[in-house]
């Protein structure tokens, strides 16, 4: 995610396009759409800022760095343990019996790891199951069509929904068609700009269709690239607009259905899902310290989010940055390094559909907010590390003395500090000031596989993920150690 500025993007949505509730009292009580949201695809220009000058001194971390970075590189700790969450546990939507063992395995291990005040934290969290579910092409020919009910879906009636298909490419098309979309399915053919800008179509495609009159929609999967494979992921219903069940298709059965529809084949379709809610389920967000010497009052949070969608493995989404995480606190103390202020790894439930983790970290640990130093946030694969996005709100001086630190990493090319970060699930603690940071990585394929089957462990290269572990630990490690404080 080189140029991934992420932050931006997902306030951006959050604010215009979807109400999400965490986002302020004002907006409406929906799910999240979520799941990491990237960058533009062409980079904004980075204004050079004039920084103040660091009042940090790093030469003395210098050996430190070296044998948290050596430490990482020959250990295969981390992929291990992506490998059992992945392999053995498996993907773990909210409400899941797999989320239920991914946690309480992940307790008792940080217990062994000898980690401090390791506990999970009580979160209630929505509870959507998929059930079985099919789309075939009736007429002109019958066919089979690969497909993936979108995250809070309803579903259909047993029989299914047939109805003739009409293809738009975008809003502007189908409000072109208006009226003439009633009683059928919309099929949503937008090309991927970027995530930030395409995934519109996932989270509000349903209810615009709907406000037609269509009875379900399906659309193109958020991704640059396919192999037939479809690509889930959160959508949200307009409270006013019927709620009209919805689906991903792959890129090759939306031109398929584009073709049909230009050549006025009038294609018809039937759905079917069983996609509903359950009632609310009791999961946690896993907490974990390695606590500090002199100030443990003072925290340095790593964080990912353990949920992930209920297909593939969750191996780059973000079970990987779950791992980095706990990890980087894991090295530390193995290599005896525990520094002045307290490193607190969360590993956040329900942030792909829904953030109540990220939320009820906020609501529970009110009074300690303002002792958040820094938090980082690993999700956005696991990837060749670059370094971190920095909130573009940080006080100049902690962007200083956040790029003098990041040069303890520059021998393994994760020194940038961009312009812009912050996490999904760490924006409830930034919103109340927390300085926040996302784990900034190569980005390029990330989309490929994200919310898919494909997300599995044979994805995550060993090396970049225990480079990610080293870039993470450096960084919590001295910013918590650091006689002074980043801000000051
Ligand atoms: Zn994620």
Not at 405 to 432: F, H, P
């Amino acid at each position: 995610m080189a140029q991934v500025r992420f932050l931006t993007l997902l306030t951006l949505i959050s604010i215009l396009v979807i109400g999400f509730e965490s986002q302020g009292q004002t907006q409406q009580q929906n799910p999240g759409p979520i799941g990491p949201i990237a960058q533009p695809s062409a980079s904004p220009t980075p204004t050079p800022i004039p920084l103040p000058p660091p009042t940090v001194k790093v030469d003395g971390y210098r050996t430190a760095a070296g044998r948290i970075i050596g430490a990482a590189l020959t250990s295969d700790h981390a992929y291990a343990r992506l490998a059992h969450l992945t392999d053995h546990i498996g993907n773990r939507l909210s409400g899941s019996k797999n989320l239920e063992r991914a946690i309480e395995w992940a307790v008792a291990e940080m217990k062994r790891d000898g980690l401090d005040n390791v506990r999970a934290e009580k979160v209630m969290v929505p509870h959507w199951v998929r059930g079985e579910e099919s789309l075939q092409l009736l007429t002109p020919v019958a066919r089979n069509l690969q497909m993936l009910g979108l995250g809070n879906s309803v579903g259909t009636p047993p029989a299914g929904i047939s109805a003739e298909a009409v293809v738009v490419r975008d809003f502007a098309e189908l409000d072109r068609l208006g009226e003439k979309v009633r009683g059928k399915i919309v099929v949503y053919n937008a090309p991927f700009i970027d995530y930030g800008t395409t995934v519109v179509y996932r989270l509000q495609g349903a209810s615009r269709a709907a406000r037609y009159g269509a009875v379900a929609a399906l659309v193109r999967s958020i991704t640059p690239v396919s192999l037939q494979t479809p690509h889930t992921g959160a959508m949200n219903y307009d409270a006013n607009q019927p709620k009209i069940p919805v689906a991903a298709v792959t890129i090759e059965v939306a031109e398929l259905l584009q073709r049909m529809n230009d050549r006025g084949d009038r294609p018809t379709l039937r759905l079917k899902m069983e996609a509903k809610f359950l009632p609310d389920a009791e999961s946690a967000n896993v907490v974990a310290e390695l606590k500090g010497t002199e100030k443990p009052g003072e925290i340095v949070l790593v964080s990912g989010h353990f949920d992930s969608w209920d297909v593939g493995a969750g191996a780059h989404d973000d079970g990987g940055g779950c791992i980095v995480a706990w990890e980087a606190a894991r090295l530390l103390k193995e290599l005896g390094l525990r520094p002045r202020r307290t490193i607190r790894v969360v590993l956040y439930t329900n942030e792909e559909n829904g953030l109540r983790g990220g939320n009820a970290y906020r609501d529970a640990h009110r009074l300690e907010i303002p002792k958040h130093i820094l938090a980082i946030e690993s999700d956005s694969g696991v990837f060749r590390p670059e370094g971190f996005g920095l909130v573009a709100s940080a006080p100049l001086q902690v962007r200083s003395n956040l790029q003098q630190i990041a040069k303890l990493l520059s021998g393994i090319g994760a020194d940038q500090i961009a312009t812009n970060g912050g996490g999904a699930d760490i924006g409830a603690i930034m919103r109340e000031g927390v300085v926040g940071a996302s784990l900034d990585v190569e980005g390029s394929h990330y989309f490929d596989i994200h919310h898919t089957p494909a997300d599995t462990l044979d994805k995550v290269n060993p090396r970049e993920l225990a480079l990610c572990v080293a870039t993470m630990a450096v960084m919590a490690y001295t910013v918590a150690d650091l006689p002074e404080l980043i801000s000051k």
